[in-house]
């Protein structure tokens, strides 16, 4: 029996802000869904120069992976602050109680795709 693989092509990621916001409002990463099943989620998201991903966050019970796609993101969790380019990743586990985000300091669009598993509650603390 053949089964019909779901497929999204890089030419088809839209970056967009999320409904009901504007880019005068909302300074952070730009995203696009590609999958979410009933246990996974992949988004790609785009940074733009000088804005930070999202506002420093943690999660009690999620883990985020990160895998940068395009450009140079810095990664910083609590005190701890590390460059990332094109093939490099970093995980922020649950339950570190230290605040993570990622930001831009270049002059050029930088990109990512975050994995992580799906919760029915969210569990961000800012």
Same mark, same amino acid.
């Given at each position: 029996m053949a089964v019909d693989l779901e497929i999204k092509r890089s030419s088809e990621i839209k970056h967009t802000i999320p409904s009901g916001r504007? /880019?005068?409002?909302?300074?952070?990463?730009?995203?696009?869904?590609?999958?979410?099943?009933?246990?996974?989620?992949?988004?790609s998201e785009k940074v733009r120069p000088g804005t930070k991903a999202s506002a420093p966050h943690f999660h009690k019970?999620?883990?985020e992976i990160i895998y940068v796609t395009k450009g140079t993101l810095e990664a910083v969790e609590g005190e701890s602050r590390v460059t990332?380019?094109?093939?490099?990743?970093?995980?922020?586990?649950?339950g570190s109680g230290e605040k993570h985000y990622l930001e831009n300091n270049t002059? /050029?669009? /930088?990109?990512?795709?975050?994995?992580?598993?799906?919760?029915?509650?969210?569990?961000v603390a800012y």
């Amino acid at each position: 029996m053949a089964v019909d693989l779901e497929i999204k092509r890089s030419s088809e990621i839209k970056h967009t802000i999320p409904s009901g916001r504007s /880019s005068d409002d909302y300074p952070y990463a730009l995203s696009d869904k590609i999958f979410s099943t009933k246990q996974l989620s992949l988004y790609s998201e785009k940074v733009r120069p000088g804005t930070k991903a999202s506002a420093p966050h943690f999660h009690k019970d999620l883990d985020e992976i990160i895998y940068v796609t395009k450009g140079t993101l810095e990664a910083v969790e609590g005190e701890s602050r590390v460059t990332l380019s094109k093939g490099d990743s970093v995980c922020f586990y649950a339950g570190s109680g230290e605040k993570h985000y990622l930001e831009n300091n270049t002059d /050029s669009d /930088s990109e990512f795709l975050i994995f992580k598993m799906r919760k029915s509650i969210d569990d961000v603390a800012y």
